[in-house]
């Protein structure tokens, strides 16, 4: 194993706290660990004794992240999660520590985005790369012992982006909307093998993500509380979960208003802007 990438920061431990049911500490693989939802995410199992694996591209952050954890035996490894190899030698390197419990895909990124700019082909690709295509990277290699424990829960982070097509949000948008179909796809495939499938929508967060939005965020709420909720939908089991929940009314309704009415409000919203583009 590089050792210069990947390794434990502390002893492994027992860790206190809630437990699931095979008696072993809780053990909990998070991408996008280094900030935002992802590291709130870390905080909020860390907390009830979860042994964790945190994944993200900045080693420092990952470390900073680790060490204001409670608890032992937690992993980082630092990696692009568009690297299939890295991702999968990670998920081995934990899996070869013990069981896992829940894998969390919260690795995601943002950014304007034009068709008509050829320029943002490559931003295109990119986001989609990392929303999309690394969250199967992220699952794969736990679905088999899973499988074979007849237990586990596989947790995709989406957004209520997702929803309907926002402009100059092509790229997010889409990617989040594929985020919902891949995993229910994922949750019917996987259904009756005890291993299941979660699909969080977050609306609007406070995270570094959400900073540079220059539109109004209705509903806007703390990255430690979206994790507190986000946390219990996981535990239930839930299919699919809108957080907050005034924003799941908000999604129900837009599902709901005809195309013309949809298109003539949101050609008026400002766009987020472009990479380079200031807000």
């Not at 591209?57 to 692009?80: E, N, T, W």
């Not at 969250?135 to 007849?150: K, L, N």
């Not at 909307?177 to 229910?184: G, K, L, S, T």
């Amino acid at each position: 194993m590089p050792g210069d990438r990947f390794g434990a920061t502390r002893p492994a431990a027992p860790a206190s706290g809630a437990a699931p049911l095979s008696g072993h500490p809780e053990r909990v693989f998070i991408t996008g660990a280094g900030s935002g939802i992802g590291a709130a995410l870390a905080r909020r199992y860390a907390a009830r004794g979860a042994v964790l694996g945190l994944a993200g591209r900045r080693r420092d952050a990952l470390q900073a992240v680790c060490d204001s954890l409670p608890g032992q035996g937690h992993r980082i490894y630092a990696l692009d999660v568009r690297d299939r190899v890295a991702l999968h030698v990670a998920a081995a390197d934990f899996l070869a520590h013990g069981p896992v419990d829940r894998v969390i895909a919260s690795a995601g990124i943002s950014a304007g985005t034009l068709t008509d700019a050829p320029e943002d082909h490559a931003v295109f690709q990119t986001i989609f790369d990392t929303n999309v295509l690394a969250m199967v990277t992220t699952f794969e290699p736990f679905i088999a012992s899973m499988r074979a424990r007849g237990q586990g829960t596989l947790v995709g982070i989406g957004s209520v982006a997702g929803v309907r097509g926002l402009p100059g949000a092509g790229a997010y948008s889409a990617s989040k909307a594929a985020v919902r179909a891949y995993c229910e796809s994922l949750r019917v495939e996987l259904r009756g093998s005890g291993v299941r499938v979660v699909t969080v929508a977050p609306g609007f967060i406070a995270t570094p993500m959400t900073a540079r939005n220059p539109y109004r965020m209705p509903f806007l709420m703390p990255v430690d509380r979206f994790a507190e909720q986000a946390v219990r939908a996981i535990d239930a089991g839930a299919s699919y979960r809108v957080i907050p929940w005034p924003m799941a009314w908000v999604a129900r309704l837009l599902r709901l208003v005809p195309d013309a009415l949809y298109d003539r409000v949101a050609a008026r919203r400002k766009r987020k802007p472009r990479m380079g583009e200031h807000s």
